[in-house]
Structure formats: structure tokens, C-alpha cells
């Protein structure tokens, strides 16, 4: 399986400063033949299920703010909020899914400083 | 478009319990579907997932042998019949559909909590 590790486990940022969290995969889950990551980013406020905020590592879900933004390549990625808003308050976890099963990351708690 | 999750509740170790999804605002027929859980304060854990069709079912190792995952795709229904169910097993339970089938999800229902005790 592709162990998938976030790095910090928590973090508290200002109100409109940017906020990166980052996500490193045991493995490559880099398809070569289309250059296509296989990773996404979910953020999950209390007592709310997962929200889908990027995939392909880079690409915004419909409806998500510009302010959120995927980056990275192979085995190393981050995600950026460019600027802290009040709302953005949750859990963030990475996912690949370049192989089954499907794993995920512990999970980045991201609060207001 | 929604899913909702029904059938959680308290069992005894060693219990069953059937968990469903009800699919509305989507052609529920055309979408590969998943089973992912949390436990209370952990991170998210993926257990099972069901072909449009139903004729490819995959699971995590940790519910091979006691979960099955099947679907009524007339009904617009996911399921996961659950079997010797341990203390571990205690999650919130979540349905997700999974995004033309390349393993991402991208509607979540809200869950609902199996919790195993005696």
C-alpha cells in the first residue's frame, strides 16, 4: 500500500496569510504515460463529511476559491491557501489514487492564529 | 444530488449490521460507488468499492471476509452488510462516489455511526 504522510500535523496561521501543508507519498503517483498525479486534497470542518477541494494535484473542484491551490510532482505535494480566511478553519487530507487501495493522509489541522 | 447513509447504530462484538445509501439528483447507474470510514477523532480509512455494474468489487484487507459491499441500481441504493464486527470497527461510515472511476470522490454523504460495544 502507498503510505501517505502530511507534514505539519497542525498548523495556526493569521487571518489572510498563507497557509501551505504538504504531503509526501511513499511511492511515486505520477502515471508517466499521461504525466498525470493521481492526488487529491479533501478539507472536512467538524462534524461535516470530506469535501473534494483539488485533484490531478493541481486542479480546483468546481465551486472552490482561487485561494486554494494544489502543487507538485512524483512523490511531493502542498497545498496553498493563499490567504487565510476565517472559513477555511478544518482538517486537510491528501489522497492518492494511483493504486489500490486508495490510502490516505493522517490528516492537517489548520487553525486561525 | 445528495447520498444519505442510514442503518448505524450500536451492536455487540461479534454482531451484524447493514448499512445503506440512498443516491438522489445523479444517475446513480452510471457511477463506480465507495465505503470509507472514520474513527471517532482519526483520519479517513477506505474500505470497499462497487463497479457500476457491480461486476468489480475491490476491498481493504482490514474487511475482507466480514464486509460486503453490493447496490440496487433500480433503487438508487449502495449497501455494506457488515459481519463479526469488533470494537475497532467503530466509525462514522461514509458513501462517497467516486469521480468516473479513477479513485477520487467527489460527493460524500454525511455518515452514520456503527458503534461496537458490549
Known amino acids: 500500500d502507498i503510505v501517505m504522510t502530511q507534514s505539519p500535523d497542525s498548523l495556526a496561521v493569521s487571518l489572510g496569510e498563507r497557509a501551505t501543508i504538504n504531503c509526501k507519498s511513499s511511492?511515486?503517483?505520477?502515471?508517466?504515460?499521461?504525466?498525470?498525479?493521481?492526488l487529491a486534497w479533501f478539507q472536512q470542518k467538524p462534524g461535516q463529511p470530506p469535501k473534494l477541494l483539488i485533484y490531478?494535484?493541481?486542479t480546483r473542484e468546481s465551486g472552490v476559491p482561487d485561494r486554494f491551490s494544489g502543487s507538485g510532482s512524483g512523490t511531493d505535494f502542498a497545498l496553498t491557501i493563499s490567504s487565510l480566511q476565517a472559513e477555511d478553519v478544518a482538517v486537510y487530507y491528501c489522497?492518492?489514487?494511483?493504486?489500490?487501495?486508495?490510502?490516505f493522509g493522517q490528516g492537517t489541522r489548520l487553525e486561525i492564529k | 444530488v445528495q447520498l444519505v447513509e442510514s442503518g448505524g447504530g450500536l451492536v455487540l462484538p461479534g454482531g451484524s449490521l447493514r448499512l445503506s445509501c440512498a443516491a438522489s439528483?445523479?444517475?446513480?447507474?452510471?457511477?463506480?460507488m465507495n465505503w470509507v470510514r472514520q474513527a471517532p477523532g482519526k483520519g479517513l480509512e477506505w474500505l470497499s468499492y462497487?463497479?457500476?455494474?457491480?461486476?468489480?468489487?475491490n476491498y481493504a484487507d482490514s474487511v475482507k471476509g466480514r464486509f460486503t459491499i453490493s447496490r440496487d441500481n433500480a433503487k438508487n441504493s449502495l449497501f455494506l452488510h457488515m459481519n463479526s464486527l469488533r470494537a475497532e470497527d467503530t466509525a462514522v461510515y461514509y458513501c462517497?462516489?467516486?469521480?468516473?472511476?479513477?479513485?477520487?470522490?467527489?460527493?460524500w454523504g454525511r455518515g452514520t455511526l456503527v458503534t461496537v460495544s458490549s
Open positions: 489522497q492518492q489514487y494511483y493504486s489500490s487501495p486508495v490510502t
Open positions: 439528483g445523479f444517475t446513480f447507474r452510471n457511477y463506480r
Open positions: 462517497a462516489r467516486d469521480h468516473l472511476s479513477y479513485g477520487y470522490f467527489d460527493l
Open positions: 490531478w494535484a493541481s
Open positions: 511511492q511515486s503517483v505520477l502515471y508517466t504515460s499521461n504525466s498525470d498525479n493521481y
Open positions: 462497487i463497479s457500476p455494474s457491480s461486476s468489480t468489487i
